[in-house]
């Protein structure tokens, strides 16, 4: 997986674009699966169809969020799929 650039992560206004456009932008310079380190912390981002399907429907349990990531996701997704671990994941996908 090609690692991204050290340089620091810069976006458009919110007024003009989403405030995610970067990740797209780096999607399309690095192909659809890459690493970001994010306060020395190394994060994967993939857009690539077959592994989303994989983290969102059949492989779920081998994608483990931490307690880090669901706290803090919790408070803009909530309690659902996207932002659910082991049991909890298994129960909603299967829905």
């Given at each position: 997986m090609p690692e991204t650039p050290r340089p620091a992560v810069r976006?458009?206004?919110p007024?003009?674009?989403y405030p995610g456009d970067f990740l797209q932008n780096w999607s399309d310079l690095y192909g659809?699966?890459?690493v970001v380190h994010i306060l020395f912390d190394p994060?994967?981002?993939t857009t690539e169809p077959e592994f989303v399907k994989?983290?969102?429907?059949t492989e779920f349990n081998n994608y483990w969020k931490g307690p880090d990531?669901?706290?803090?996701?919790?408070?803009?997704?909530?309690?659902?799929v996207f932002n659910a671990?082991?049991?909890?994941?298994?129960s909603l996908c299967r829905l």
């Open positions: 976006s458009k206004s007024s003009t674009a659809n699966t890459f994060q994967i981002f994989a983290i969102l429907a990531a669901t706290r803090l996701g919790r408070s803009l997704l909530g309690f659902g671990d082991d049991e909890m994941c298994g």
